[in-house]
């Protein structure tokens, strides 16, 4: 439902919605009534149909068919680096690895709500900005831009010539994440869960920060660990201001 209200928000037309018949078509009126006004087909249909077309997942009611969420070109990352707009440094979020389609979502949901630029991802071993990415992040996959590399180590080089600081997250990092600076020009690199960041990437970083454990578990999710970080962030912008 919030994807699909998203969606609709930014001015974008669904070819089609599918609604499910009964006391959830009633409720989603306001939703199906913006759609229809768009030129979106819509068709009422029972829930085993979305259910099944959802493979089981809570759809909670609603299902809209649109093109397909492409990235955000390299060079326009550059450009807009380049000119940056606006007052604040920017804030990036670069994943690297992060291939489960779950955590890309929440994470793209956490960088929106921590007013993140960007989102930087490689071309390879990197979650498709499929169906699932775009529901788990609720609406924040149409609105935090995502910029796919090409290669991950040179454009974190080219961040760094750009005046951006490089800040990446391993357990084995001597600096706490309170200790970090994340006033200025930032980005943060968040590797794949387990592995982490891979060798490169973590060369490439101009710093390396952990996030403090007190428990017997020694990791967190990517998704939890972005969030706390990015937070962090936002506390530190929001007391310098």
Same mark, same amino acid.
């Given at each position: 439902?919030?994807?699909?209200?998203?969606?609709?928000?930014?001015?974008?037309?669904?070819?089609?919605?599918?609604?499910?018949?009964?006391?959830?078509?009633?409720?989603?009126?306001?939703?199906?009534?913006?759609?229809?006004?768009?030129?979106?087909?819509?068709?009422?249909?029972?829930?085993?149909?979305?259910?099944?077309?959802?493979?089981?997942?809570?759809?909670?009611?609603?299902?809209?068919?649109?093109?397909?969420?492409?990235?955000?070109?390299?060079?326009?990352?550059?450009? +807009?680096?380049?000119?940056?707009?606006?007052?604040?440094?920017?804030?990036?979020?670069?994943?690297?690895?992060?291939t489960d389609v779950h955590n890309v979502g929440?994470?793209?949901?956490?960088?929106?709500?921590?007013?993140?630029?960007?989102?930087?991802?490689? +071309?390879?071993? #990197?979650?498709?900005?499929?169906?699932?990415?775009? +529901?788990?992040?609720?609406?924040?996959?149409?609105?935090?831009?995502?910029?796919?590399?090409?290669?991950?180590?040179?454009?974190?080089? +080219?961040?760094? #010539?750009?005046?951006?600081?490089?800040?990446?997250?391993?357990?084995?990092?001597?600096?706490?994440?309170?200790?970090?600076?994340?006033?200025?020009?930032?980005?943060?690199?968040?590797?794949?869960?387990?592995?982490?960041?891979?060798?490169?990437?973590?060369?490439?970083?101009?710093?390396?920060?952990?996030?403090?454990? #007190?428990?017997?578990?020694?990791?967190?999710?990517?998704?939890?660990?972005?969030?706390?970080?990015?937070?962090? #962030?936002?506390?530190?912008?929001?007391?310098?201001?």
């Amino acid at each position: 439902m919030h994807a699909v209200r998203a969606l609709l928000e930014r001015g974008e037309s669904p070819r089609e919605l599918w609604v499910q018949e009964g006391d959830a078509e009633r409720r989603l009126t306001e939703l199906v009534d913006v759609a229809r006004g768009r030129g979106a087909r819509l068709k009422s249909v029972a829930r085993e149909e979305l259910d099944a077309l959802s493979h089981g997942a809570s759809h909670q009611g609603i299902v809209a068919f649109c093109p397909p969420l492409t990235p955000e070109s390299e060079e326009s990352l550059w450009h +807009k680096l380049k000119a940056w707009p606006l007052d604040t440094p920017p804030l990036l979020l670069i994943l690297d690895g992060v291939t489960d389609v779950h955590n890309v979502g929440a994470c793209l949901r956490s960088a929106d709500a921590a007013g993140v630029h960007g989102v930087i991802v490689p +071309k390879d071993r #990197a979650a498709p900005l499929n169906a699932t990415v775009r +529901k788990v992040a609720c609406g924040a996959a149409e609105s935090v831009p995502v910029y796919q590399v090409t290669n991950l180590v040179r454009a974190m080089d +080219k961040l760094k #010539a750009l005046g951006v600081w490089i800040t990446g997250t391993a357990g084995e990092a001597e600096v706490s994440l309170y200790q970090a600076d994340f006033s200025g020009p930032t980005a943060l690199v968040m590797g794949a869960e387990g592995k982490g960041m891979r060798r490169l990437t973590r060369e490439a970083c101009d710093t390396l920060i952990k996030l403090p454990m #007190a428990g017997q578990v020694s990791s967190l999710n990517v998704s939890v660990a972005t969030g706390i970080c990015l937070f962090e #962030a936002v506390r530190q912008r929001v007391s310098s201001a």
